[in-house]
Nanobody, 126 residues
Framework: QVQLVESGGGLVQAGGSLRLSCAAS????????MGWFRQAPGKEREFVAR????????GYADSVKGRFTISRDNAKNTLYLQMNSLKPEDTAVYYC???????????????????WGQGTQVTVSS
């Protein structure tokens, strides 16, 4: 069974930075693409960033491009999200997700991912 555990969330002032981590474990863990999504109260879960596990190809939502950086450490089975220049509108619960196999569906869509973490709260004050 695959487990994803996020950490690193918290309260930060606008303009500040946070680094989220997502540790993957389980004997059957494998990854093709991992991603970060977020969900604010009353809103749908939205794509933030994704990275291919082998080649490291990345993709970002327009709202975070230039401010957030996704990366991974394959040896540690850990995914990261470095968030800089945070804005109040970045406030949300952030989830990491894993797609173990190549998919014909878009990696910007939550339903493409098989494994999910429990989420970590990020709150940005103005």
């Amino acid at each position: 069974q695959v487990q994803l555990v996020e950490s690193g969330g918290g309260l930060v002032q606008a303009g500040g930075s946070l680094r989220l981590s997502c540790a993957a474990s389980g004997r059957t863990f494998s990854s093709y693409v991992m991603g970060w999504f977020r969900q604010a109260p009353g809103k749908e879960r939205e794509f933030v960033a994704r990275i291919s596990w082998i080649g490291g190809t990345t993709g970002y939502a327009d709202s975070v491009k230039g401010r957030f950086t996704i990366s991974r450490d394959n040896a540690k089975n850990t995914l990261y999200l470095q968030m800089n220049s945070l804005k109040p509108e970045d406030t949300a619960v952030y989830y990491c997700a894993n797609s173990p196999r190549r998919s014909v569906n878009s990696y910007y869509t939550p339903s493409t991912y098989t494994n999910w973490g429990q989420g970590t709260q990020v709150t940005v004050s103005s």
